[in-house]
């Protein structure tokens, strides 16, 4: 009798601990609450193409969005807007983001991916459910700026996040001086970012 209940509390665990696990490591934001561009936006044209770059999150920004704290684990969100301006189609799958700060250090340009293997090492979070990560990099990813498909005059907008690490792999410390630089565009671009 004692076995056949060991045996049915056990049975229960293993059933009810994959679905009691199964929601995201973090509670992120659906992407439709993303406000639009205003207020301080940076802005460049070159070729064909304007960028507009929104200020620099700050944690509580980054954790309200995320419920992670980016520049805590070391990443940098840049939230930007490639926009067609005129001319030929301007592909985008081959643009490349770079930043550097003041004191000429290259920031390492990084996808969601690396992105969310950095903010999960930052906060110690080694034992998850692997749907968990799994959802959690989705729903990241979901912020990602998509570089797909090619600038015209029938998709006229990219918008969303680049990320960057820090050049020490650190948390992001008041940093000085950061440019964003993109290249590969009709012509490059180079927008301060503070």
């Known amino acids: 009798m004692i076995n056949r209940l060991c045996l049915s509390l056990i049975l229960a665990a293993v059933v009810l601990l994959p679905t009691s696990c199964a929601g995201s490591l973090f509670k992120v934001k659906p992407v439709v609450e993303l406000p639009p561009l205003a207020g301080n936006v940076k802005t460049a044209s070159a070729g064909g193409v304007s960028v507009r770059v929104a200020p620099l999150m700050s944690d509580e920004e980054s954790q309200d969005l995320f419920e992670a704290n980016l520049p805590?684990?070391?990443?940098?969100?840049?939230?930007?807007?490639?926009?067609?301006?005129?001319?030929?189609?301007?592909?985008?799958?081959?643009?490349?983001?770079?930043?550097r700060d003041s004191e000429g250090h290259e920031w390492k340009f990084v996808s969601p991916k690396a992105a969310v293997a950095r903010i999960l090492k930052a906060n110690e979070i080694y034992a998850y459910n692997p749907n968990s990560r799994k959802q959690f990099e989705k729903e990241f990813t979901a912020y990602a700026i998509d570089l797909n498909s090619p600038l015209s005059d029938t998709e006229r907008r990219h918008q969303g996040f680049v990320f960057f690490e820090t050049p020490k792999k650190g948390p992001v410390e008041s940093p000085k001086g950061l440019v964003l630089v993109i290249e590969r565009l009709p012509q490059p671009i180079e927008i301060p970012l503070n």
Do not use: D, H, M, Y
């Not at 990443?75 to 005129?86: D, G, K, T, Y």
């Open 72 to 99: 805590l684990s070391g990443i940098l969100p840049v939230r930007l807007e490639l926009a067609f301006e005129s001319g030929l189609p301007v592909e985008t799958k081959r643009v490349r983001f770079r930043v």
